[in-house]
């Protein structure tokens, strides 16, 4: 099923009481640029979903608000998920609640649900739900990360123990060189990384592509930006070697 947010929670309601076979639920933000919006989907929606179809095994949910509580429910209810897509609207935004950070409610999905595949975080997110996901999530192939995280060492947890991993997506973070190069050997046995808007350097980019001269290394350049931060990385590893069909904005640094 696939919805927009204007269903809201009364909809989705209706979807837990009367769709007991549901395996996979979409909403979308009908304007997700609209702050000033009133109509919308939140905690209460999915966790109504969630007592009804306990066969939903992929969400991808944009909502206003979220709790640590209500997301313990929902996988509660559903621990076969093998796709958890949550994004909260407001980046950065606490448990409304109690306001925690968001970190027990991505523990609790790592946790309860061990066919995990894929994993979206959001809210506000220390290194301990980094920590919980190197820990857990030991079927985890794609991780999609924004506006969260302490440290180097949140995603250095992530890259420690995901095993399985094979595509890291990660956009404004605390995240700089040691990060970065603490996958040396992680990064041959992953499809991609991307990271923008994070604290890796051309020092760092480089030093990568030298230790790993079997990666493609790809660094793309905003106008006006420093010269000595990379603000937008993209590293993949290629049996053909560098591409040569490159835009000039991209600065290839594999084999340099």
Known sequence: MQVLDTVGDKGLEAVGSN?????????????????????????????AVSYGCRRLHYVLYFCRQMTNAAVATIVQNCPD??????????????????NEPMDEAFGAVVRTCTKLQRLSVSGLLTDLTFKYIGQYAKNLETLSV??????????????????????LEIRD???????????????????????????????????????????????????????????????????AGPRRDAPPCVLTLSGL
């Open 146 to 167: 924004a506006f969260a995280g302490s440290s180097d060492r949140g995603m250095q947890c992530v890259l420690e123990g995901c095993t399985k991993l094979r595509k």
């Open 173 to 239: 973070c605390p995240f700089g060189n040691v990060a970065l190069l603490s996958g040396l050997e992680k990064y041959e046995s992953m499809r991609s990384l991307w990271m923008s808007a994070c604290n890796v350097t051309m020092n760092g980019c480089r030093l990568l592509a030298r230790e790993m001269p079997r990666l493609n290394v790809e660094v793309m350049k905003e106008d006006g930006s420093d010269d000595t931060q990379a603000d937008k990385v993209y590293v993949y590893r290629s049996v």
């Open 81 to 98: 998920f093998t796709h958890f897509r949550l994004c909260i609207m407001n980046p950065g935004q606490p448990d409304y609640l109690t």
């Open 19 to 47: 769709c007991p076979l549901l395996e996979e639920l979409r909403v979308f933000p009908a304007d997700p640029f609209d702050e000033e919006i009133i109509h919308g989907v939140t905690e209460a929606g999915l966790v």
